[in-house]
């Protein structure tokens, strides 16, 4: 067993949640880690932290390979050793989400319509909207398609199998084990426990990763409908990145290098 002291704790075992993708995943960090492009990190710096992550590194290779042949990243090598960095191309699609992802603002309170659409319509065709059947939808307040019967309509007033309809494309069960993952981490961090620093910024990865797959999946009207836990869940997300700052590049690099 490694010895540490009083100060530094073993580091503790994290589990990746289900269902991530590796190659998504290194997008994540690279985007994180270098929002402006103006360096790159290291394939050992990547392989820590993918292991810190409960990932498996072996698979590595692979999924930098995918991410280089389809335009989302520029490599070189200096010796045996890789260095990694969006492209042009992947830092652009990084800025786009950039506001959603990590702005603290919790968006306001929806107004739905209760939509009837036109016969030849399909409610997967019309943007924003959370499908409840084939001719009827939930719809953001103002963007009713042409021909279409409309009702306004409030949170309360969704009976249960609605209700579910619209936690599903919330992928509510989805924030809720978010949440769960960054109040964990923040409980960590109030106790004082001090973390080598590859384990925080491990710790930041699982859970901006996390986060990062429910705002870009998820239906805005559904969030916006499915009560608290979405904004609960952006201020905690808000409160560790805060609480787990980006690192200096170098300085995380040295960690790897020694151990850290």
Request: charge should be neutral.
């Amino acid at each position: 067993m490694t010895d540490h002291g009083p100060d530094e704790p073993d580091s503790p075992v994290l589990t990746a949640p289900q269902g991530m993708k590796l190659w998504s995943v290194i997008v994540t960090i690279l985007g994180d880690l270098l929002p402006e492009g103006d360096a790159d990190v290291s394939g050992l710096v990547l392989s820590a932290l993918i292991e810190r992550m409960g990932l498996q590194p072996q698979a590595m290779r692979v999924a930098l390979h995918r991410l280089k042949r389809d335009g989302w990243i520029e490599s070189r090598k200096d010796g045996r050793v890789g260095y990694y960095r969006l492209s042009d191309m992947g830092r652009a699609q990084a800025a786009e989400v950039s506001e959603a992802i990590y702005g603290g603002a919790v968006p306001s309170r929806a107004r739905p319509m209760l939509a009837i659409l036109a016969p030849e319509m399909q409610p997967d065709a019309v943007q924003g909207a959370v499908p409840l059947s084939r001719q009827a939808c939930l719809l953001p307040d103002g963007a009713l398609p042409e021909g279409a019967l409309a009702v306004p309509l409030g949170p309360a007033q969704l009976p249960a199998w609605a209700a579910a309809i619209v936690a599903r494309e919330a992928r509510l069960t989805g924030y809720a084990a978010t949440l769960a993952l960054a109040e964990g981490f923040l409980a960590d961090i109030r106790r004082n426990r001090a973390l080598p620093l590859t384990d925080r910024v491990a710790q930041r990865m699982l859970v901006l990763h996390s986060w990062r797959r429910l705002v870009l999946r998820s239906n805005p009207l559904a969030v916006a409908l499915a009560g608290e836990v979405p904004a609960d869940c952006r201020r905690a997300v808000m409160e560790l990145f805060s609480a787990l700052p980006r690192p200096p590049i170098g300085d995380l690099a040295d960690a790897v290098a020694s151990g850290q």
